[in-house]
Nanobody
C-alpha cells in the first residue's frame, strides 16, 4: 500500500527557501521511485524532479536545476524537496507521486499521488 502525504508548504519571499516532505505511511517504501510535480492555477501539472528507489539517481526539470534538491530517507519512508532561491513562478500546488521501481517524468506513469501542498512565493 502506498499512502503519500505532503507537508512543508507555505508562504515564502522571493529568494527564500522551503522544504517539502513526502511521507509514505505504507510499507516497502524503498521499491518506489518518487517524483514531485507541481500545478499552478490554470496550468497543466508539470514535472519537477524525480528520485530513484535508492536515492542514487535523480532527474530535474531545467526550471529548477541548481535551486531545488531532492533526497530520500528510506528508514523514515520520506522524500524531501529542498527549494532554495524561490521565484514567484514557483508558486503552485506541489504533489508527490510514486511508481514501482523506475523513475519517470510524465504524470500518467505515476499511479499513486498525495493530496498536494501549496507553495506561494511573493515578489
Amino acid at each position: 500500500q502506498v499512502q503519500l502525504v505532503e507537508s512543508g508548504g507555505g508562504l515564502a519571499q522571493a529568494g527564500g527557501s522551503l522544504r517539502l516532505s513526502c511521507l509514505n505511511s505504507g510499507r516497502t517504501f524503498n521499491i518506489y521511485a518518487i517524483c514531485w510535480f507541481r500545478q499552478a492555477p490554470g496550468k497543466e501539472r508539470e514535472f519537477v524532479v524525480a528520485i530513484n528507489r535508492s536515492g542514487s539517481s535523480t532527474d530535474y526539470a531545467d526550471s529548477v536545476k541548481g535551486r531545488f534538491t531532492i533526497s530520500r530517507d528510506n528508514t523514515k519512508n520520506t522524500v524531501y524537496l529542498q527549494m532554495n532561491s524561490l521565484k514567484p513562478e514557483d508558486t503552485a500546488v506541489y504533489y508527490c507521486a510514486a511508481r514501482v521501481f523506475y523513475m519517470a517524468t510524465t504524470k500518467t506513469e505515476y499511479p499513486y499521488w498525495g493530496q498536494g501542498t501549496q507553495v506561494t512565493v511573493s515578489s
